[in-house]
């Protein structure tokens, strides 16, 4: 009597329990669904929608950085001609009564505005997508509480607590997946912004020096018009 009575209570409490999962994964499914679209499109977001603002900021940035690479160099016009002459002979790099390293300077004067727009678009941009990512978790998270409220007993609140901690653990993770790709990213800029610089100074020095202009004449005033109007055209 009161062992089958037992055994009873516990096999309809198991299939309760098993009713109530099933009811969960259907009503689940096409929550998890949007939510594994919009993780793609916030990880599409990072592969190819932040790149592509990066490029366009960094263009923004050339432009601001150009009156500081100005000045610079027409700091350098007070040099000797023999230093301004050995320094693009060199391809751009020269140590001598002055150091003079056109890749570096040039670079170092885009790094100011570069930090400035990187700031106010990139980081922020990124900001607002994860933003939206966690408020669409809030929403989701919303409607299974509104699920469980309505299912009464059935459903212990401890289950839909645990489901809101899974989920902000998620959006923790895409937020640091977000970190991490930012600051691999300004890495790679920093990088590729400086190895690009480098190698248009020294295919510009050598074409100098290939058309025979570092020779003769007027050489001091052609490397001063080579400096402001082809260097860093």
Known sequence: GLLRTQWEADTRA??????????????????RRQLLVRQGAFR??????????????????????????SSYLRALEACHWATLRAAVRRGGTFVGARHIDLPNELTLRFEEPVAVVWSKHILAALRKRTRELGDDYVGLVGQVAVWAK???????????????????????????????????????????????????????CLAFVDGKRDVGAGMKKRLVHFFHDELVS
């Open 150 to 204: 309505e299912q009464g007993t059935r459903v212990q609140p401890k289950l839909v607590e645990a489901l809101h901690e899974d989920l902000k653990g998620d959006l923790r993770g895409l937020a640091s997946v977000g970190e991490v790709a930012i600051d691999d990213l300004r890495e790679r800029v920093k990088t590729q912004l400086f190895q690009s610089v480098s190698e248009r100074v020294r295919k510009k």
């Open 14 to 31: 198991d299939e309760e329990a098993f009713k109530l999962q099933e009811d969960l994964n259907r009503f689940l499914e096409p929550l």
């Open 44 to 69: 599409e977001f990072l592969r190819q929608g932040l790149p592509a603002q990066i490029e366009a900021r960094i263009a923004e940035a050339a432009l601001t950085a150009k009156e500081e690479i």
